[in-house]
């Protein structure tokens, strides 16, 4: 029901930044919430950071806090992930998601987004 397209992957050595944008079609996002998530080979798919459409807050993995800002832009209907100072341990194929269940605070959890792109990869080289 709800059309993601991830793009703004790449290469990018370590101490580099890339933002990755996700834009959604075929719903209004007023009132949902959007996330971004990770999974690396060998590894189970991570939540990075998540945003509310409504009011803005946002929640990020540990990981990721202080080197990572989402944001979204509701005339697009588009979120982006700006990434700062990316280390190796960010590599990983980067996935938009969008949760219809909750409005108010992003939830960490892979199992509350219901519609997922398909992904894009961030490759970070030491």
């Known amino acids: 029901q709800v059309q993601l397209v991830e793009s703004g992957g790449g290469l990018v050595q370590a101490g580099g930044s890339l933002r990755l944008a996700c834009a959604a079609s075929?719903?209004?996002?007023?009132?949902?919430?959007m996330g971004w998530f990770r999974q690396a080979p060998g590894k189970e798919r991570e939540f990075v950071a998540g945003?509310?459409?409504?009011?803005?807050?946002?929640n990020y993995a540990d990981s990721v806090k202080g080197r990572f800002t989402i944001s979204r832009d509701n005339a697009k209907n588009t979120v982006y992930l700006q990434m700062n100072n990316l280390k190796p341990e960010d590599t990983a194929v980067y996935y938009c998601?969008?949760?219809?269940?909750?409005?108010?605070?992003?939830?960490?959890?892979?199992?509350?987004?219901?519609?997922w792109g398909q992904g894009t990869q961030v490759t970070v080289s030491s």
């Open positions: 945003i509310s459409w409504s009011n803005g807050n946002t």
């Open positions: 998601a969008v949760d219809s269940h909750r409005t108010y605070f992003p939830s960490r959890r892979s199992t509350d987004y219901g519609s």
């Open positions: 075929g719903q209004t996002f007023s009132r949902y919430v």
